[in-house]
């Protein structure tokens, strides 16, 4: 060693970095990241034991086949269709290659990664607040930005905008590049009347992830909807093996479990109407929601956590997620909302 460590870059060395939801006492009470409690498929198991024979070779670089299975699905050429680890990275590529030292627009509060992500390449962050909880897209469309990030439901407040208002959104706003991200679009009333990802094209593009209906999160695979020509520019800068080999069998087996799917958004509709009726019964007021978590107005969120804690239920602190004096709380399993309601009645 004869020199000191080099300084990072000063937007890395300023950056405040993401924060992880606790990892839970047990597995039922794991109700931080917003991960199924439904777990994946079983097909997916099978998959991956299949898989095990071929682990000595490369995978698609670019997930084909996933990319096909997808585009099918959608209806939408393959060559609209980018595969990436877990929609982060997705996220990471249109940075690279639409906002380098440029500008981003997202709400108030963000989603982490849409904040931190463009700073990293050294470009500046606009947010803008939510009005009632949702996004304030009449706002954004007058920030001048290389991209735009809306989170369609929220997170953390599990909120929708119309498709309406996206359409007029994207119409309207002066950014680049518009990214609807629907990571958790599945879990809505009527995930049709929610989507964009039928109207990619021009400007504008979704994102969608198998983390959360898929039940997929520790596989890491997302995808993008867009335009060809925006496809083409994130398949220059991905690095080639990004969605490893067992990832990409463990997505073609949850996606051909249609079944497995509809029994999660109803059991995930149902508990969303239970986490309503438990923490209302608590004296709490609780957001509307149509994701697979909902956001707790607490003004007591610290002791309310440390409650749960106790009780073996980890929930997202607001605080980390700058919404002060809320908790998100995740849907659970039947074992995950025993938990629950004992730690809510505890002291
Ligand atoms: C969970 C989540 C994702 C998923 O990210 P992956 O990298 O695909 O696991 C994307 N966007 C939002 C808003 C999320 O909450």
Redesign the pocket.
């Known amino acids: 060693m004869t020199h000191r460590a080099p300084e990072p870059l000063p937007q890395v060395a300023a950056l405040d970095p993401y924060v992880p939801g606790k990892p839970s006492p047990s597995e039922a009470g794991s109700l931080a990241s917003?991960e199924s409690p439904f777990g994946a498929s079983p097909q997916v198991a099978e998959a991956l034991a299949a898989y095990a024979s071929r682990i000595h070779r490369y995978p698609s670089p670019l997930a084909s086949g996933v990319s096909a299975e997808l585009a099918r699905l959608h209806g939408v050429d393959p060559e609209r269709v980018l595969v990436g680890n877990?929609?982060?990275e997705v996220i990471y590529l249109l940075a690279m290659a639409y906002a380098a030292g440029g500008r981003a627009v997202c709400a108030d509060p963000p989603?982490r990664l849409d904040e931190i992500v463009p700073q990293i390449v050294g470009a500046s962050v606009v947010k803008v607040p939510l009005k009632d909880w949702a996004h304030d897209l009449d706002a954004m469309a007058d920030v001048d930005a290389d991209l735009a990030f809306v989170?369609n439901p929220h997170?953390p407040t599990g909120t929708t905008v119309t498709r309406e208002a996206i359409r007029a959104f994207a119409e309207r706003s002066r950014a680049r590049l518009v990214v609807v991200?629907e990571?958790y679009v599945e879990f809505a009333d009527d995930p049709e009347a929610v989507t964009m990802v039928h109207e990619t094209g021009g400007n504008l593009a979704v994102m969608r992830?198998l983390?959360?209906a898929y039940g997929l999160?520790g596989a890491?695979v997302?995808y993008l909807v867009a335009d060809p020509v925006v496809i083409d520019a994130l398949r220059r800068i991905r690095p080639p093996f990004s969605v490893t080999g067992p990832s990409q069998a463990a997505a073609l087996a949850a996606l051909a479990d249609t079944a497995h799917l509809a029994w999660v958004r109803d059991k995930t509709r149902q508990g969303r109407e239970r986490l309503y009726r438990l923490f209302e019964a608590a004296g709490y007021e609780v957001v509307p929601s149509q994701a697979n978590f909902v956001l707790v107005v607490a003004p007591d969120a610290e002791e309310l956590q440390a409650r749960l804690e106790r009780g073996g239920v980890s929930v997202r602190l607001g605080a980390n997620l700058e919404l002060p004096g809320t908790v998100r709380v995740t849907v659970a399993s039947d074992e995950g909302f025993e938990l629950l309601e004992r730690a809510l009645e505890s002291s």
């Open positions: 917003n877990g929609s982060d989603y989170v997170n991200d990571a992830t983390s959360k999160a890491r997302g």
